[in-house]
């Protein structure tokens, strides 16, 4: 209660005209939290609820979604929040500005928020310099890798590849995302044969997951699926944020109208069928990452019931701090 009475609206204050300068205050300060601070945010939110999914071996089954940190600048907290892994990214090959601000809106009414951020990061190389230099993550890390909005897209395997390359040592997993609605042509990466040349190229020594779109048929998922089993994927992220605006209430209708992808409470019940969908169509062969509205352990216990093997969260982190955190975590018990 401690977040949503006094940390969220202080938060909400600093970026009244520009969620995006909240978000950035926020990971500054978290970057440089001293070791002792961290201890004592440990004590009251880690929760060890190990769980073992595509041969990784996670100290819980709830992450920190890409977006929050794209360029990991701030990766000795999250686990100290309570999450058992996180995904840094998305990051591309090239080094990028993103879309022009202002880019990230908060929809209050409907705990939701929509983003057209357009993938700005400091590239992969910057990123692999950083964890280079990094103390030892006390949890898993996973890596979101993305297209260069440079990169045409006939050259988008050569462009995976080269952050790829860079980044293979440090992450535990990466995540290949052809599904944000904010880089021109991405999502056309999701046909069968995109998603087979990417895969032939990236899947060997490291898990690699895709990173679906909800908003994609059930027929054209199901196609993807195939290339996935046949290419050895290790798993699904189930979803990105969707170009939908179905579940805003009135009062959001104008801002809803913000040009990008919509994350939070509209996207809950449609994530969970996604994520349901994948684990049916597969027999439960692809371990599923669920996300997307999980704003309450009900939702994140809806979509274990769904088939996930583990959540992730964005919007309920920012809505309602690391308790969310630590109450889905202490829902799921462990598995070897």
């Known amino acids: 209660m401690l977040f949503e009475r006094v940390v969220r609206p202080a938060l909400f204050r600093i970026g009244a005209g520009d969620a995006e300068t909240a978000h950035e205050w926020t990971l500054t300060r978290l ?49 100290a929040l309570g999450f058992g892994f996180v995904e840094v990214g998305t990051v591309t090959a090239h080094a990028q500005p993103g879309n022009p601000k202002p880019r990230l809106f908060r929809l209050r009414g409907s705990d939701a928020i929509v983003n057209r951020m357009g993938f700005n990061n400091e590239g992969a190389a910057a990123l692999a310099r950083r964890l280079e230099g990094s103390l030892a993550l006390r949890a898993p890390l996973g890596i979101s890798l993305g297209k260069s909005k440079v990169t045409p897209l006939e050259d988008a395997v050569d462009d995976y590849l080269a952050s790829y390359k860079l980044l293979r040592d440090y992450g535990d997993y990466f995540a290949v995302n ?98 349901r969908f994948v684990h049916t169509e597969t027999g439960g062969q692809i371990p599923v990452i669920g996300v997307g509205g999980l704003m309450t352990a009900d939702d994140a216990a809806r979509m274990f019931d769904a088939g996930a093997s583990l959540v992730q969260v964005y919007s309920g982190f920012i809505y309602h701090g690391p308790a969310l955190v630590r109450r889905i975590a202490s829902l799921k018990k462990g598995q070897s």
């Open 31 to 79: 970057a440089g939290l001293p070791p002792a601070a961290r201890r004592l945010m440990a004590l009251r939110y880690a929760v060890r609820r190990p769980t073992t999914v595509f041969g990784v071996e996670f100290p819980n089954a709830v992450g920190l979604a890409a977006g929050v940190d794209k360029n990991g600048v701030a990766l000795a907290a999250w686990p």
């Open 178 to 275: 052809v599904s944000s609605p904010n880089t021109p042509g991405l999502r056309s990466l999701q046909d069968r044969d995109s998603i087979d040349a990417l895969l032939g190229a990236l899947v060997g020594e490291k898990p690699i997951l895709v990173k679906i779109a909800p908003d994609l048929t059930e027929a054209a998922i199901a196609e993807l699926l195939e290339v996935c089993l046949a290419r050895g994927a290790a798993g699904v992220i189930a979803t990105n944020t969707t170009l939908a605006r179905d579940g805003l209430v009135a009062a959001d209708v104008a801002a809803g109208a913000e040009a990008g992808g919509l994350s939070g409470r509209p996207l809950t019940a449609k994530a969970r069928d996604v994520v």
